[in-house]
Nanobody, 124 residues
């Protein structure tokens, strides 16, 4: 599975951005996709995930602001980010894994496939 993110950029607080993750390779519909982010000097952290049955999971900090979705026909996963804050500044990466138990979707080590990441910078 190859993953390529796009859609990052520089914007002001309160703005919106839509990240995309294009997948190629093996069967898409059976994979769980996660979005993670890493700010300078910090560890990579879980942001959101979407399961094969389109169940979604978010960290508390982005609930109500971020929405993850998938389009199996297009082999694409998106992360819509609204009301962005400076603290959201980071490199955002998507990851994929098959047969992932929902209780493990936030665990970085459970994903075998990663994209290269896309930079999101939010300034006041």
């Amino acid at each position: 599975v190859q993953l390529v993110e796009s859609g990052g950029g520089l914007l002001q607080t309160g703005g919106s951005l839509r990240l995309s993750c294009a997948a190629s390779g093996r069967v898409f519909s059976g994979y769980t996709f996660g979005w993670f982010r890493q700010a300078p000097g910090t560890e990579r952290e879980f942001v959101a995930a979407i399961t094969p049955s389109t169940g979604t999971i978010y960290i508390d900090y982005v609930k109500g602001r971020f929405t993850v979705s998938r389009d199996n026909a297009k082999n694409a996963v998106t992360l819509q980010m609204n009301d962005l804050k400076e603290e959201d500044t980071a490199v955002y990466s998507c990851a994929a894994e098959s047969s992932l138990h929902p209780s493990l979707v936030a665990a970085t080590g459970e994903y075998d496939y990663w994209g290269q990441g896309t930079q999101v910078t939010v300034s006041s």
